[in-house]
């Protein structure tokens, strides 16, 4: 028997993301999976919090992709910083990405990164959502151009890296929920999982 091969579940698991982040977190869990981009605008509403704004969007994202695999399991997520009232997402460039990390130079940043599981067949909706406080250091403009360069994260809420360099940028985390600021939270997701009927901590499948 392998001790690595993934474990299954009766219920297909798609994860409603393309993220490299979210595929290797939600990989940690050894349970087969795929994953499917779903088709939902992220523009704030008006007035929406950071925790509004990721809430509703994990739940879109899951709900979008449930309608075309009903009888699935779908996971959606969404991450949003907040900066004193500042919503801040992924930069997308360089410059943007510069206009954050000066911004959050020396603040205290909140990262609201919400998860949905669903399945439209048994009508499961779960949602949760996990905080993580994000202490940034007082950052130097070539701290912040050596860093950018370095890892290019333009595609990451708030431009900090934190399982990469971006861990230099930083003075503290807290959260109870660690992997949230990479873009998933396990420990919610495995206890939605659970849930759900997807098995974790099966004995694993022997391969072929």
Known sequence: ???????????PLVLASTSAYRRELLQRLRVDFTTQAPDVDETPLPHEAASQVARRLALAKAMCV??????AVVIGS?????????LLGKPG????????LSAMSGQTVVFHTAVAVV???TGLVQEDTAVVSVQFRTLEPADI???????????CAGSAKSE????????????????ALVGLPLI?????????????????????
Not at 1 to 11: E, F, G, K, V
Not at 66 to 71: E, M
Not at 78 to 86: E, K, N, T, Y
Not at 93 to 100: K, L, M, S
């Open 93 to 100: 460039n360089h410059d943007r990405a510069v206009a954050q």
């Open 188 to 208: 919610r997701t495995s206890h939605m999982l659970r849930q759900a009927g997807i098995e974790l901590l099966a004995p694993a499948l022997a391969q072929p």
């Open 164 to 179: 990469g360099l971006g861990v230099v940028l930083l003075e503290r985390i807290l959260s109870d929920d660690p992997t």
């Open 1 to 11: 028997m392998s001790s690595h091969a993934p474990t299954r579940s009766i219920r």
């Open 66 to 71: 449930a309608r075309r695999h009903p009888g």
């Open 78 to 86: 969404d991450q949003v910083a907040d900066l004193h009232g500042q």
């Open 145 to 155: 151009e050596n860093y950018l360069l370095a890892e290019t994260p333009y595609d």
């Open 119 to 121: 399945c439209l067949d």
